[in-house]
């Protein structure tokens, strides 16, 4: 089980800047993500909404948050580092799908290698 300080550890490694809503947002967006994985499925219609349900915030305020946290200071050398693959359209940075999908793949990822270790 990934624990919530592995999540802000990786967010750190990403360059997102913990002062920042969107910070708090990610990582319960990813606590989300990593208990259940059809969230990447459903973005607006499910995992904003209970995001915004545990945080009393609307929807289009969390996708905002979430949207600025990751493109402030544009940290895209350190998502790159962090994800392991180059954003996928040509303005250089990651949709929240896209980080948010990477992010679970890295951390379920470096789970699998802890439990095994254990």
Do not use: W
């Amino acid at each position: 089980m990934v624990t919530t300080e592995q999540i802000h550890d990786f967010l750190y490694k990403c360059g997102i800047r913990p002062h920042l809503e969107g910070f708090r947002l990610l990582a319960k967006a990813l606590e989300l993500v990593l208990c259940n994985e059809s969230y990447l499925n459903a973005l607006t219609n499910k995992l904003y909404v209970d995001v915004g349900l545990c945080c009393q915030l609307p929807a289009t305020a969390v996708e905002r948050a979430m949207r600025y946290a990751i493109h402030a200071d544009c940290g895209l050398p350190k998502h790159q580092a962090a994800l392991g693959f180059p954003p996928r359209y040509e303005t250089g940075v990651y949709t929240i799908g896209e980080f948010l999908s990477g992010a679970y793949l890295r951390l379920s990822q470096q789970d699998c290698e802890n439990s095994k270790a254990t």
